[in-house]
Nanobody, 113 residues
């Protein structure tokens, strides 16, 4: 099993920045791909960013150029740097093991206008 714990959410004004962190523990050698999802109130959960072995990354169109996903393999962590935040980025953000379907508990990000 894999355990994922997020941190770094909060309240920020539009145009501001936040950095989310996710720490993985457990059977982490089985993880080849990780990502960040988000779910806004009343909306479906969407994949915001993913990172694969070899540090290949992908982003949903709405965050390209503003968000950056990265990882520190030695510390079993992934990060989501979120810049130029907009009110429409408000959501609960979840760290995910894209290979095995494990999820963190989520962290709230609120962007005020």
């Amino acid at each position: 099993q894999v355990q994922l714990v997020e941190s770094g959410g909060g309240l920020v004004q539009a145009g501001g920045a936040l950095r989310l962190s996710c720490t993985a523990s457990g059977t982490i050698f089985s993880i080849n791909a990780m990502g960040w999802y988000r779910q806004a109130l009343g909306e479906k959960r969407e994949l915001v960013a993913g990172i694969w072995n070899g540090d290949k990354t992908s982003y949903t169109d709405s965050v390209k150029g503003r968000f950056t996903i990265s990882r520190d393999g030695a510390k079993n962590k992934i990060y989501l740097q979120m810049d130029s935040l907009k009110p429409e980025d408000t959501a609960v953000y979840y760290c995910a093991d894209l290979d095995n379907g494990y999820w963190g508990q989520g962290t709230q990000v609120t962007v005020s206008s």
